[in-house]
């Protein structure tokens, strides 16, 4: 069983950064495609970054140029940089972990809290 832990949430002001990271216990990180996804209260969860184990990287149209995902298969790790934050940010962000060898799976974070003030 694989287990995300998420890490680097927190309150920050508007214009702020905040660099979030999720670590992978497990051997299959590097052959998993990794993305975080975020809830804001009221409304449905959004992809808001993702980083295929071999591919380019996909960002929501809102935070292009401010987000950045990257990964390190030596860490089992996969960060989130967030810089020029926004209010409209403020949620809940989940690390997901997916692929489909040796056979599919599909694997959430906990979850961390984002709060951006204005």
């Known amino acids: 069983q694989v287990r995300l832990v998420e890490s680097g949430g927190g309150l920050v002001q508007a214009g702020g950064s905040l660099r979030l990271s999720c670590a992978a216990s497990?051997?299959?990180?590097?052959?998993?495609?990794m993305g975080w996804y975020r809830q804001a209260p009221g409304k449905q969860r959004e992809e808001v970054a993702a980083?295929?184990?071999?591919?380019?990287?996909n960002y929501l149209d809102s935070v292009k140029g401010r987000f950045t995902i990257s990964r390190d298969n030596a860490k089992n790790t996969v960060y989130l940089q967030m810089n020029s934050l926004k209010a409209e940010d403020t949620a809940v962000y989940y690390c997901?972990?997916?692929?489909?060898?040796?056979?599919?799976?599909?694997?959430w974070g906990q979850g961390i809290q984002v709060i951006v003030s204005s």
């Open positions: 997901n972990m997916r692929g489909t060898w040796p056979r599919p799976f599909d694997y």
């Open positions: 980083i295929p184990s071999g591919g380019s990287t």
């Open positions: 497990g051997s299959i990180f590097r052959i998993a495609d």
